[in-house]
Structures are given as structure tokens and as C-alpha cells.
């Protein structure tokens, strides 16, 4: 410390503190500073992990509640909408016929509440639309809509200011799940950017750009990406989980598919394009529905395992198959079949952290098929 002793002849002596204070030297400070930056380095990730949690947690809340408005939906519309077994349509695939020809989705027609110029709509955008309202101010019933000046097979004017040009307004069936419980976005104000080559297959200029879609609202899970809505064509074969959009006889067992893979394509992207770059390419973009069910379990065969196809199969079935298959030292086939999750009902899927569709870390309503 340097103190000095002073001493006096008649006075005690006393130390005199150094008034001089000492520095940190140079090592010192470079020993805080590394300290301080070790702990920054240890917190902040446990900090965004509890954050990303929290938010999976939301998520997962969101979907319940879409789950149990749905079913209100169903309990209400189970006769109107027969053939997607009562839930809301997803449908953005092109036209499906029956052995007569006849469009097997046919019933629905009266139900697309959207522009009737729209040239492509996705499951994320119809599951606002149908359980709050396009404009979300409620879900408005065809059977209450009157036939006049054929507004009841007009549906897109619904949710006009005016459908009639007489001021008169449309019975609300009421809300199937609260706006106030659920986020939406418009599209045009989603995170990340679409990929351009993916609506050009879709338009002549960048979907985003088109009006009437840019407005239309979407679900999104706590991380502000859109919640997808697939919904089972009750008319499927179980065992053809997904349609080929490039090859209608499906490669998979054939039959009617039970899920669309473009249903949603505008954003998870296809094999041809990218979609939505919300953090990068989704890893269901392949459809699957071309792979054969040896291929699907085939776990050298990336391509069949990055598919939409893979990620929705039943686990307990696949795992059963490949087992079997194994076991009788043979492929699995058509004999006994793949299938999806949830083959009678709908699927919801979040990106969730990543921000890409088709991981492990995604919130889903069924069980990820993940080994």
C-alpha cells in the first residue's frame, strides 16, 4: 500500500494513507473480460433454448385449439362436407375424376369463398377462412345464404360489404375458433420472402404481388410462420398416402391419394421449386408419392426419406413392415402397405425453430415419424 508513519514531537504518530489508487493492469482486464464472456457464451444459448421452448409450447396450445374447432366445424358441417369426412377443404391440387369422370371434390365447389380469380389457394389459407371467416369476422353457412341473383353458388361474394348491392347482410354461423385466441398474418406480411420461380408456376408475376392473395390471412405458430392444413380425401386409399402431381398413376400402391402434397406447395416448395424461404429449403418439398414402399423405409435412399410422403407415414405400421420385411429377408411391397397418420382426418403441421417444414424439432397433431 506505500503508507507512510509520520511522527511527531508532540503529537502520537499516525500512518498517511497513499491517496494513489491502484489500476487494474492489462491482464487483469483481459481475465474480466474473458470471464464476462464465458458466461455471455454459457447463458445465452440456455436463454434461447428456454425462449424456443416457450414458443413450441404456444405453438403446440395453437394447435389444440385449431384441433378443437375443427371438430365444432365437423360436428356442424359433417353433411356438406362428406367428402373430406365433415372438416374444412385444403384443396389446391387440380382436378380429380372419378371411373365416371366426374370431379370427385364436386360438392365443394359451392364452397370456395375466395376470389373466384385466385388461380391457387393453400390448406394454410383455408383454415382461417373456414373456422373464422375470410374476413374474420365469422364463418357464414351456404345452406343460410339465399338463391338470389345466384348468390348462394357465388361464394366468393359472401364476405363482400354488399352481396347484393341492397345493403342486405349474410347470416354468421359464428366463430369455430376465436380470433382473439389465435395469431394471424396477412400473407404479404409473412417473415422471410417467396421464391419466385415457385409462383411463377402459378402466375405471371409474383403471387406476393397479387392483391387478393396478399391479403388473405394465414395461422401462424408462435414463430410467426404459417400453420399448413391437409385435410384426408375420404374417398383415399389408405395405402396411397400421397399424390404424385407429376405422375397421376402413383408408383405407391395406387388408388385414390389420401393426402395432396400441393395443398400447401405455395410454401414448403415442390420438386421443381423452392417455396417459402422462411430459413431455408423445406425438406418436404418432394411429394414422395412416386416412391414405392421399399423405397420409403429405405434409409440410404435420401430422397424417399426428405418427402412429404415419409413424414406423415404411420410409425407403428412402418415399423411393423420394416420388421417383417426384415425378418422374411425381403422387400416391403403393396402386400402390406405404408400408410399415413391420421388417414380419416387432417393434418397440421408448424415449422416451428428452424423455420423449414419436414424436421424433427416441427409441432404437428400427429407423431413425427422420426427413428
Request: proline letters at 7%.
Amino acid at each position: 500500500m506505500n503508507d507512510q508513519i509520520v511522527c511527531g514531537f508532540s503529537a502520537p504518530c499516525f500512518v498517511r494513507k497513499n491517496s494513489r489508487l491502484r489500476a487494474f493492469s492489462l491482464v487483469e482486464l483481459m481475465t474480466v473480460t474473458f470471464i464476462i464472456s464465458a458466461l455471455i457464451a454459457i447463458l445465452v444459448p440456455s436463454l434461447n433454448g428456454a425462449r424456443n421452448s416457450a414458443k413450441k409450447t404456444s405453438t403446440m396450445a395453437t394447435l389444440h385449439a385449431l384441433e378443437a374447432g375443427l371438430e365444432m366445424f365437423r360436428n356442424d358441417n359433417e353433411r356438406q362436407f362428406a367428402r373430406t369426412n365433415g372438416y374444412p377443404p385444403s384443396f389446391a391440387h387440380p382436378r380429380m375424376l372419378d371411373s365416371s369422370g366426374n370431379d370427385i371434390f364436386e360438392a365443394h365447389a359451392g364452397a370456395f369463398p375466395f376470389d373466384k380469380y385466385r388461380p391457387v389457394v393453400s390448406g394454410a389459407h383455408w383454415l382461417p377462412a373456414m373456422l373464422m371467416g375470410v374476413d374474420q369476422q365469422g364463418y357464414i353457412k351456404g345452406k343460410t345464404v339465399t338463391k338470389r341473383d345466384n348468390l348462394r353458388y357465388e361464394p366468393w361474394r359472401w364476405y363482400t360489404p354488399d352481396p347484393l348491392g341492397d345493403g342486405t347482410s349474410l347470416e354468421r354461423a359464428g366463430f369455430y375458433v376465436d380470433p382473439g385466441g389465435v395469431k394471424t398474418v396477412q400473407t404479404r406480411d409473412l417473415p422471410g420472402r417467396p421464391n419466385g420461380d415457385m409462383f411463377e408456376l402459378v402466375t405471371d408475376e409474383l403471387l406476393i404481388l397479387h392483391d387478393p392473395f396478399a391479403s388473405l390471412p394465414v395461422i401462424v405458430d408462435a414463430f410467426g410462420q404459417p400453420i399448413l392444413y391437409y385435410v384426408a380425401n375420404a374417398h383415399g386409399r389408405p395405402s396411397n398416402m400421397v399424390e404424385d402431381a407429376r405422375n397421376k398413376e402413383n408408383a405407391y400402391c395406387g388408388g385414390p391419394p389420401v393426402y395432396f402434397h400441393q395443398d400447401n406447395e405455395l410454401f414448403t416448395g415442390n420438386e421443381d421449386a423452392r417455396g417459402w424461404d422462411f430459413d431455408g429449403p423445406h425438406k418436404i418439398a418432394r411429394a414422395g408419392g412416386d416412391f414405392t414402399a421399399d423405397q420409403l423405409v429405405d434409409a440410404s435412399n435420401v430422397e424417399a426419406q426428405e418427402s412429404f410422403a415419409r413424414f406423415i407415414v404411420d410409425r407403428t405400421l412402418y415399423r411393423n413392415l420394416l420388421n417383417r420385411a426384415t425378418e422374411e429377408n425381403r422387400p416391403p411391397s403393396c402386400n402390406a402397405p405404408l400408410r399415413p397418420v391420421n388417414a380419416d382426418s387432417y393434418l397440421l403441421i408448424s415449422a416451428s425453430v428452424d423455420g423449414r417444414y419436414g424436421t424433427n424439432d416441427d409441432v404437428t397433431n400427429f407423431p413425427l415419424a422420426v427413428e
